[in-house]
Nanobody, 126 residues
Framework: QVQLVESGGGLVQAGDSLRLSCAVS????????????MGWFRQAPGKEREFVAA????????DYADSVKGRFTISRDNTKNTVYLQMNSLKPEDTAVYYC???????????????WGRGTQVTVSS
């Protein structure tokens, strides 16, 4: 069984930065983490879960939602089984619960992600 645990959320002011981490663990994760693309999604109150960013197994390819391009950076450290989301120039509209997830292919479609964390709250005040 694979477990994904997000951390790094919090309450910040507009213009501030945060770095989210997602640690992946499980019986076979050490041998397989680097085989899977990873992604970040977010869900604001009353809204659908939306794609934020994704990264290929090697880290060579990334994809971002238009709303975060130029402000957010996804990265991964396969030696630590961890994926990161660096968020700069945060805006109040970035307020949401942020989830990391593991996919079989690099995709923006939530239904194609097979394992999910429980999320971490990010709140950006104006």
């Amino acid at each position: 069984q694979v477990q994904l645990v997000e951390s790094g959320g919090g309450l910040v002011q507009a213009g501030d930065s945060l770095r989210l981490s997602c640690a992946v663990s499980g019986r076979t994760v050490s041998a397989t983490f680097s085989s899977y693309p990873m992604g970040w999604f977010r869900q604001a109150p009353g809204k659908e879960r939306e794609f934020v960013a994704a990264i290929s197994w090697s880290g060579a390819s990334t994809d971002y939602a238009d709303s975060v391009k130029g402000r957010f950076t996804i990265s991964r450290d396969n030696t630590k089984n961890t994926v990161y989301l660096q968020m700069n120039s945060l805006k109040p509209e970035d307020t949401a619960v942020y989830y990391c997830a593991r996919a079989r292919t690099l995709t923006v479609i939530a239904d194609e992600y097979v394992d999910w964390g429980r999320g971490t709250q990010v709140t950006v005040s104006s």
